[in-house]
């Protein structure tokens, strides 16, 4: 079956411009995550949502990024005022459910480069 | 969260056996361990993940003693291809993974 996609594969920005990211998860899954990835580092937490709601956004890193998750299914990461620290990896990953021990699928990434 | 400590970087051949341990000291009672892989350019991938002796699947073994402040992960005969980023993560249910920088494994012929 299909995977977690992610849209675009790469994206280029002017520093101030507003952006968005998109996460389609694997059909079913209930539990979706987005993490940043920067060059030689892991990928780092940013938002967790259950269903429609974000259940965690504790890894936001301030209040220029906020993600949506209207119908419990595609999500969208948008970042405003990007800025050059912005640039990183970008990605999505879902799971069946955020209970249980489950196994994360993650997509490819965007990577975000903010000139 | 536990933290983990795992090597920075490993090299091997082909064909060898490797091993990567992997420290959590303060791992908590209803923690799992579980391992990632990362290919370039890619999103990391589950390899295998456990709570405590061993389990076998087809691509690795992962071994935790009983004190489970620790583990192994065992990719045997490992090829060209195995070439990746290989992270450990302690996690409990409901709460996002928490990476770290990983081990960086390097197969060579």
């Known amino acids: 079956g299909a995977g977690v996609s992610q849209t675009p594969s790469n994206k280029v920005t002017e520093k101030g411009k507003y952006v968005e990211l998109r996460c389609d998860p694997i059909?079913?899954?209930?539990?979706l995550y987005w993490y940043r990835q920067s060059l030689g580092q892991g990928p780092e937490f940013l938002i967790y949502f259950q269903g429609t709601g974000a259940a965690d956004d504790s890894g936001l890193p301030n209040d220029r990024f906020f993600a949506v998750r209207p119908e419990g299914s595609v999500s969208t990461l948008k970042i405003q005022r990007t800025e050059r620290g912005d640039s990183a990896v970008y990605l999505c990953a879902s799971s069946p459910s955020g209970t249980g021990h489950n196994e994360q699928f993650f997509g490819p990434g965007t990577r975000l480069t903010v000139l | 969260l536990a933290k983990t400590t795992q090597p920075i970087s490993m090299d091997s051949y082909e064909g060898q056996e490797v091993n990567i341990t992997c420290s959590h000291n303060?791992?908590?009672?209803?923690?799992?361990i579980t391992w990632y892989q990362q290919f370039p350019s890619q999103g990391p991938r589950f390899i295998i993940q456990g709570y405590k002796t061993k389990v076998t699947n087809e691509v690795a073994s992962l071994f935790i003693p009983a004190d489970r402040k620790s583990s192994t992960l065992s990719l045997p005969r490992v090829s060209l291809s195995d070439t990746a980023v290989y992270y450990c993560?302690?996690?409990?249910?409901?709460?996002?993974?928490?990476f770290g920088k990983g081990t960086s494994l390097l197969v060579t012929p």
């Open positions: 303060n791992i908590a009672t209803n923690d799992y």
């Open positions: 059909s079913g899954h209930t539990a």
């Open positions: 993560l302690v996690f409990n249910s409901g709460y996002a993974l928490n």
